[in-house]
């Protein structure tokens, strides 16, 4: 168990700066996940941090401790790969105890120590197998096991579930959150799927371009994204953006667009002005149909998503905006049928022409 | 009705299948009897006294067993000779060529550093010159090394040839070991050198061999370099030891076919191992593809 910090880390592949001076303070036996777009740099910087790729400036301390140029043992790190990465040539229980072997453990510590983690991950059975004769899932125990048997400090996982099929994943996540539970260690998992960020985190990290774009707990991130491109990346479906323009009055602002007839806001903190064109942000689980809330639009549907328990309409407004809209009702709407959507402004979010949000008092 | 029709064809189809295969196997015993005819003849002239080599008609066996050509050949003290040349030779070829080519193939295969392209680039082009214009450059410079006549100057000679296949050849195998073993075995505490040994040579190990093999039978069938710079009868190799024999004793064919034969054993016996350790696949599943 560790904390680990980052101050101004920076990588560079000759001139392209891939990871931005970037600050990050991980705690002890929390659960972090890097998430973000594909290319956005969250693998480099899980590399900078196992010790696989070379940190051209900035900082980085395991337990207080600078580690910039410490090997992965001396950081005491262990990692998860997405390919698994299992030694072919190695039976399941040599892959496990390779990096005990590595540290010169004597012979039965080793023997004790992989059958406690064989016991942990269910797969006492397999130890005798090689890699080759185990299922995709097998296979990511057995890389999970030859993670936790060398006790780390810093368990590092890059997208280790994105292999497997769907099914598969769903299950896999509960049993990482209770390995979590179960060792308490401190976690860094990456992924781009941003449900496997919600269900897993403690903590959040939004990358994109090499730059940290907010931190926080996962309902943080949801309900108080710091811009649009976090409340567009945080959510399933994604966030809807309705362009609106502002007015000004004695009690606030009013904001108008060709759906909304007029909406009053009252400001809180700074970048609000009258006469700004905005983006309202909503969630589609906040935009239901034919509900009686207090702002409403007509929308055209074009196609219906049945979840069974739920159903997302996605539908055009009469301006031509696509938006999505949920309905939990029974009476399904049909393509071609025009319905009215309705949201609590309190649900409501706003973002400048340049994406940052703007925050407006939630209650009036 | 239909019934009745559809096993008629079975029957046809299966009757064309057997047909097909007799063909096939028609077709292979024809070609490896011609391509096996000359190694047959000559394990059948070795067994023959030589007044009854050419005797018409032929004949592929002998009226009696006879192995004079074989004890006269492991009496002779100079054919073991040529024997533990040829073998010194090629062993010694065949380890520094790995050593040195699977460190430079490591070199090549993980690591960026300044003129790699080039340098690699080079290495494949020595294979493109034809050896026999290299021949009298090689005869200056043994000598010139004070290494005529000796077996250095033909492990050196020998190296120049096997170490660039080797290199080539273990960079290949190394290229499509993924990355993710590397880093897998970092963090399970291995140096660049132990990520090399531990891992990427145990999974490569069918490149590795079949670079032995290569390497060693390179050393032990050549010919001509080993004519030319050595002179001594206690330097000569095999092959130059079977080409002596034309000369030097008259025409013992029985003698000349045994000692072929020996010399074609460790190339029969290699072969058969690269058979069965070339087949690829053990490096499947350690990665999801
Ligand atoms: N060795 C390298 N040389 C040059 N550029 C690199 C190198 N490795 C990565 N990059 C670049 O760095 C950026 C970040 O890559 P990285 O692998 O960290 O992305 P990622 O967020 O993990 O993406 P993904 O979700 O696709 O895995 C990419 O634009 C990539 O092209
Ligand atoms: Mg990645």
Redesign the interface.
């Known amino acids: 168990m560790a904390t680990l910090e980052l101050d101004g880390i920076k990588k560079k592949y000759g001139e392209l700066e891939v990871v931005e001076g970037l600050d990050l303070s991980v705690e002890e036996g929390s659960f972090t996940v890097f998430v973000g777009p594909s290319g956005c740099g969250k693998s480099t910087l899980l590399r900078m941090i196992a010790g696989l790729e070379e940190i051209t400036a900035g900082e980085l301390r395991i337990d207080g401790e600078r580690m910039n140029d410490a090997t992965p043992v001396e950081r005491g790190v262990s990692m998860v790969f997405q390919n698994y990465a299992l030694y072919p040539h190695m039976s399941v229980e040599k892959n496990i105890a390779f990096g005990l072997k590595m540290l010169g453990l004597p012979r039965d510590d080793i023997k004790r120590r992989v059958a406690a983690a064989a016991e942990t991950l269910q797969i006492g059975a397999l130890l005798k197998r090689r890699p080759s004769q185990l299922s995709g899932g097998q296979r990511q125990r057995v890389a999970i096991g030859r993670a936790i048997v060398r006790e780390p400090r810093l368990f590092l996982f890059d997208e280790p579930l994105s292999n497997l099929d769907a099914e598969l994943r769903v299950t896999m996540r509960v049993e990482l959150a209770k390995l979590h539970r179960q060792i308490g260690a401190t976690m860094i998992y990456v992924t781009h799927d941003q449900t496997e960020a919600l269900t897993l985190a403690d903590k959040i990290v939004v990358l994109r371009d090499g730059a940290i774009e907010q931190a926080g707990t996962p309902m943080e991130l949801y309900l108080d994204p710091a811009n649009a491109f976090v409340a567009g990346f945080i959510g399933s479906p994604q966030m809807n953006f309705l362009p609106v323009t502002t007015t000004g009055t004695d009690a606030g602002l009013r904001l108008s667009s060709a759906e909304l007839y007029a909406l009053n806001v009252v400001p809180d903190g700074a970048g609000w002005g009258a006469d700004m064109t905005l983006d309202l942000g909503i969630r589609p689980e906040h935009l239901q149909v034919g509900e009686d809330l207090p702002v409403r639009f007509d929308i055209n549907v074009d196609v219906v998503e049945n979840l069974g328990g739920t159903r997302y309409v996605y539908g055009s407004t009469a301006s031509g905006k696509s938006v999505i809209a949920e309905t939990r009702a029974d009476a399904i709407p049909r393509a071609g049928d025009k319905v009215t959507v309705g949201f609590d402004p309190v649900r409501a979010r706003y973002f400048n022409a340049n994406g940052q949000r703007l925050r407006h008092k939630l209650a009036a | 009705m239909t019934n009745a029709q559809n096993t008629h064809t079975t029957v046809n189809e299966e009757r064309q299948r057997l047909f097909r295969r007799v063909m096939v196997y028609v077709a292979l015993t024809v070609v490896t009897l011609i391509m096996a005819f000359p190694i047959i003849w000559m394990v059948s002239v070795s067994l023959k006294p030589t007044v009854e080599t050419f005797s018409l008609p032929p004949r592929l066996l002998p009226n009696s067993l006879y192995l004079d050509g074989y004890t006269r050949i492991f009496e002779n003290p100079q054919f073991r000779r040529f024997l533990l040349n040829s073998y010194l030779l090629g062993i010694v070829v065949t380890i520094l060529s790995l050593a040195i080519g699977t460190l430079a193939a490591f070199g090549f295969s993980r690591y960026r550093f300044f003129g790699d392209k080039a340098a690699k680039l080079f290495v494949i082009t020595t294979q493109m010159v034809p050896s026999i214009t290299l021949l009298i450059p090689f005869f200056g410079v043994i000598v010139w090394l004070r290494l005529y006549d000796t077996i250095w100057g033909l492990v050196l000679t020998y190296l120049t040839f096997a170490l660039p296949y080797a290199v080539i050849m273990m960079n290949g195998y190394l290229d499509t070991i993924?990355r993710?073993?590397d880093?897998?075995?970092?963090?399970?505490?291995?140096s660049p050198l132990?990520v090399l040994f531990r891992?990427l040579l145990?999974?490569a190990?069918p490149g590795l061999i079949s670079t032995a093999v290569y390497t060693f039978l390179l050393s032990w069938n050549e010919f001509l370099f080993a004519l030319a710079l050595t002179r001594s009868v206690e330097m000569r190799t095999v092959p130059v030891g079977i080409s002596m024999m034309v000369g030097e004793f008259g025409l013992k064919w029985d003698e000349m076919m045994a000692f072929s034969v020996i010399g074609s054993l460790p190339v029969l016996v290699l072969f058969m191992l690269v058979q069965r350790f070339v087949v690829s696949?053990?490096?499947?599943?350690?990665?999801?593809g």
């Open positions: 993924p993710d073993f880093e897998a075995a970092t963090i399970d505490g291995c132990g891992v145990p999974v190990a696949g053990l490096s499947a599943g350690g990665i999801k």
